[in-house]
């Protein structure tokens, strides 16, 4: 089986506000393939949790605040725990830049980095997906701005690799949008490992899920007979 080059990433943040300068509390990344049937690479996710007490600069939305306090008990402990062993919002983000690394050196099917890479991996990540481009991927390029830094997958015209979730799903007919959630909720609730909403690596399977679901229907109702 020859080995494969390319991945794209799903990123999720959790936090503590709405803006796009908001305190960070988790980074949440899940390797995985956007074609209807590719993988979704679960066990290689990574979760980086954040101290706030690293981000004084960045803003807390009061009801943002009240709305954590209305989660689900599941995901006000993953929050809790993960807190025990967050880290600085400057080591956070040295985190996310060897996530790549992390993944082509640790998968099989996949050709392992070369020691003289000075990428970390990007230039072999094929797309970068978020819910919404316009806060994910936003707060995380201020939260890079902030330590005088270009977020490593907008390097060298890379931006154009960022994609969003809500535009691909956007261009399915109301039908096809009802399909969509009524087939990636079945699938959740037939897994084995239920699902935590808020749980920002369980929000990027998800995520990655409904893209391979979004890309199924598309070809399905939209490619000629």
Known sequence: M???????????????GTAT???IL????????????????ESKGRQIFVTPDSQKSRSVTTGTVGWWLRQSSDAQKR?????????????????????????????????????????????RIDQVWANGTTFDISNLATAYESQGRVPIWAKDGGFRKVRCQRTLTGA????????????VSQWAEERTMKLVPHDA???????CKVIQEANRLLRQYREPA
């Open 2 to 16: 020859s080995l494969k080059e390319k991945v794209s990433l799903m990123i999720d943040i959790e936090t503590l």
């Open 201 to 207: 690596v369980d929000d990027c399977i998800y995520q």
């Open 79 to 123: 929050m809790a725990n993960g807190m025990d062993r967050a880290v600085s919002l400057t080591y956070a983000l040295e985190m996310l830049d060897t996530a790549p690394m992390y993944f082509f050196n640790c998968h099989r099917d996949y050709h392992p980095l070369s020691s003289t890479d000075e990428n970390r991996g990007w230039n």
């Open 26 to 41: 988790s980074i949440g990344i899940v390797p995985f393939e956007p074609k209807p049937d590719g993988e979704i690479y």
């Open 21 to 23: 300068d908001a305190v």
């Open 172 to 183: 399915l007919g109301d039908v096809e949008q009802d399909l969509l959630r009524l087939n």
